[in-house]
């Protein structure tokens, strides 16, 4: 998918609002357990319910990798769910990989040619050569973390390399990789004021913001200092919608918490266009 | 397994040579792919030609996910193998994960209880809430990337960062983790002059070292500065033996490769013991 073809559906849809996947067995309804496969039972319910409302949906692998073999498979079922019936929707698979150069091209094979994600998140610790082959997709995005939503940004991210933060040194590091077009960032809505110094570094690019919802981060927030002419955003918000409710109704409740959310954001876009 | 089973282990068979099963379906013999799993049946005649002379296996999981629902497969099929057949050797799924506290806790389920792996390679860049989960697996290990052995690592990892390098900031900050004697750490073996300031913070930590063979590092430069009373290395080699030979003879070729390395390594141990 183009990034014009990820704006024109935010605009159409007057939402920037990407669903976090995240399926633990122990929180989604139990009735669902009986289902074959579990996990995708529960995806498709909330996909089904919310597609309308979002304009991305965003898979954690951990998720799917702590069930193994039958985790792997429920992960490759929502993908191709995905593409088969919602095309239009935007897809990150959020695995944070990153590994010597040909190895991050398995990775890249793995995400982007095998199931057929849109984008995948990168760690940036091993540098340009680990991130390169991810950005030789075309169409693909390469999701870089820059600064995170946990406490744990503050142990190396926010610290001074020569002078400039970590996470600062790897947005403007990464301008100068192969195809840096594609990339996108990762940056935590629990620390919405560092994004005005992130505008300047990088005035377009989209940034992939969670942690608002459970972890704390303010909507209102990260678009006041974040928001672009393009828009340039997707909040994340998984617990918050897809536990709404752990009853027969979960996907409805769920579907009520997206609708929360895309209300505000429409009122957002309208002030701003 | 326990690190006094590791070097026990080491001692016996005169061997800290660990081998890197990145399994790439263009390169193993052509003969191979007429099998049900390719990958498994060459992973498992590498593994029966090779587990005398060496004291680790560790899959790399990209070189997995790239086939997909095969590939796990392939996966789950060979470190149960190790388990079943050679639970002596200690295993480590090199897979560089790492995230938010509650996801970093469904990798190491995904590694440690549903794989059966003894180790996974973690990456540090997101902090302490992203490690400690794995730590707390006992007797379980956790691989913190330091130093890697590709070009990119000049990229962050060897800045100062408030006037020590990333990489330093990174093993000096680990050693204050919860459970952190479960910590070991990558250290390219391409950059070996760096083990004398390393082993100068963490004297009796074990390390898996990358890049010998393909990659140009040096056995004896590695064991010149890194070695300790305990051993306390584990040099890895992935195509320098596992692609010794494209032809029906593979598995005794890559068997060759790794004798020839366990000699220089029992050799290194006699001088040293």
Known sequence: MTTQQLVKQILKKKSFLCIGLDVDLNKIPQHLLKEEDPIFAFNKAIIDATHHLCVAYKPNTAFYEAYGLKGWKALEKTINYLNNNYPELFTIADAKRGDIGNTSSMYAKAFFEDLGFDSVTVAPYMGKDSVEPFLAFKNKHTILLALTSNVGAYDFQTKNIEGIELYKTVIETSKSYNNSENLMYVVGATKAEFLIEIRQMIPDSFLLVP??????????????????????LLINSSRGIIYASNG?????????????????????????L
Chains 1, 2 share one sequence.
């Open 211 to 232: 942690g608002v919802g459970a972890q704390g981060g303010s909507l209102e927030d990260v678009c006041k200092y974040g928001i672009t002419k393009n828009i340039g």
């Open 248 to 272: 027969e109704n979960f996907a409805s409740e769920a579907s009520l918490k997206a609708l929360e959310l895309q209300t505000q954001m429409e009122l957002i876009l309208k002030q701003l």
